[in-house]
Every structure is written in structure tokens, then in C-alpha cells.
């Protein structure tokens, strides 16, 4: 399963909404109905950390300005208002059709 | 809370071998699959291989495969990986990941280590 995401880079300002998508080149419902679909956060010099899983549910001590929603093939990743912490590379990630597992090619968030 | 500290990374000669290991704790290891995520210098994630909680289901992506060995030990609480044959297309940072199950189930991974450099380099 090939994971695409975009843009390749988004420069915002820190107060403002930021929206990455990621798209599926099939279906990520699994037989169980879930959808095995997760979100990382890769800040600068750091290792990848999870934010979100089955599409929406976010980890413990995520802010809840992080959010997930989609469904199928499409999804997408918003943060409410961005802040200056937020700045990484974000990486979606689907575990439907495992093995393997496969991510996206990442997002670069910086602050304008 | 869950700690995972990877070890063994260090420069390597192509075509030559080298043992990753990765030590954790903070939840019940015998519980949940282990992973094994790389990524290479200003490159994204590629996953690498994964064994269940019991070590019977393991996989790898096909870029490591018949080169890469993951194994657990359920004793000691470590998951390591042999490399070998290596060549300078292995040279990444691996990440050793915890899986949010078994490994039985759809993965997501929940906890990553700090990662390991490993350089191949002649």
C-alpha cells in the first residue's frame, strides 16, 4: 500500500490552522471495521512520536489541538492553531495491510 | 513508563555484519511485537521488520530480507537485529518500536527508542 502525502512542506504562522493530507492507494478499513491508520510527529533531532491512531484517537499528552479525521483512502491531519513547538515533520502511517507496514513520504512543517 | 534504549550502532564496511539490540522495559514485553523502523540521513521512515510477542510471526520488508534477522528474547526483555551483507544504502538511524498489540493484529507503534546510527561506509 503506497501512503501520499501533501504538501511536502507547509510554512504557517504560529496562531494560525495547518492541514496535511494523506491518501491511501487502497482502502484502510480492515475486516474488523477499523481503520489502522496513525500520525507521527518527528520534531528536529528527535524520535518519531505518535499522535493520533485509528485515524482520530489521540495519545496521551497530545494538545488537543491536534486532530484526525478521514475515512477509506483520504485523511487528513490538522493542527487547530499551530505553535512554535509544533515545528517537525509529521508522517502518516497505515497498519491495515500489514505486513509491511508503510508511511508516508513526511510533511515538513516551519513557521513562516 | 515504557523505555527503549537501543545499542550496537557504529561504522561498518560494506558487506561486512553488525547486531543491533534494543532494551525495554516499563510494560510487559512478553505482551507485544517489536519492530525494528530505519531512516537514512534527511530521508524518511521505512519500516524493517517486526516479530510478534512470541517471536512465531516475523516479517520483513523486502529491501532487508535474506539480510536482516530479528529476534526476542522474552527472558531478558531485549528484541535485537542482525545485519548483514551491509551496504551503503543501510545507513540510517534504526529505531527499535514497541507494537500497540501482539503483532497478531493490525500494528500501530506506540513507543520508539532514541535509535541507533549505523553508518556503511568504505
Known amino acids: 500500500v503506497v501512503m501520499t502525502q501533501s504538501p511536502l512542506s507547509l510554512p504557517v504562522t504560529v496562531g494560525q490552522p495547518a492541514s496535511i493530507s494523506c491518501r491511501s492507494s487502497q482502502s484502510l478499513v480492515y475486516s474488523d471495521g477499523i481503520v489502522y491508520l496513525s500520525w507521527f510527529q518527528q520534531r528536529p533531532g528527535q524520535s518519531p512520536r505518535r499522535l493520533l491512531y485509528?485515524?482520530?484517537k489521540r495519545d496521551s499528552g497530545v494538545p488537543d489541538r491536534f486532530s484526525g479525521t478521514g475515512s477509506g483512502t483520504n485523511f487528513t491531519l490538522k493542527i487547530n492553531r499551530v505553535e512554535a513547538e509544533d515545528v517537525g515533520v509529521y508522517y502518516c502511517?497505515?497498519?491495515?495491510?500489514?505486513?509491511?507496514?508503510?508511511f508516508g513520504g513526511g510533511t515538513t512543517v516551519e513557521i513562516k | 513508563q515504557v523505555h527503549l534504549v537501543e545499542s550496537g550502532g557504529g561504522v561498518v564496511h560494506p558487506g561486512t555484519s553488525l547486531r543491533l539490540s534494543c532494551a525495554a522495559s516499563g510494560f510487559t514485553f512478553t505482551s507485544y511485537g517489536m519492530h525494528w523502523v530505519r531512516q537514512a540521513p534527511g530521508k524518511g521512515l521505512e519500516w524493517v521488520a517486526l516479530?510478534?510477542?512470541?517471536?512465531?510471526?516475523?516479517s520483513y520488508a523486502d529491501s532487508v530480507k535474506g539480510r536482516f534477522t530479528i529476534s526476542r528474547d522474552n527472558s531478558k526483555n531485549t528484541v535485537d537485529l542482525e545485519m548483514t551483507s551491509l551496504s551503503p544504502e543501510d545507513t540510517a538511524v534504526y529505531y527499535c518500536a514497541k507494537d500497540r498489540s501482539s503483532a497478531w493484529y493490525p500494528p500501530s507503534l506506540d513507543f520508539w527508542g532514541q535509535g541507533a546510527l549505523v553508518t556503511v561506509s568504505s
Open positions: 485509528e485515524v482520530s
Open positions: 502511517m497505515q497498519g491495515t495491510h500489514w505486513p509491511p507496514l508503510t
Open positions: 516479530t510478534s510477542d512470541d517471536g512465531k510471526f516475523i
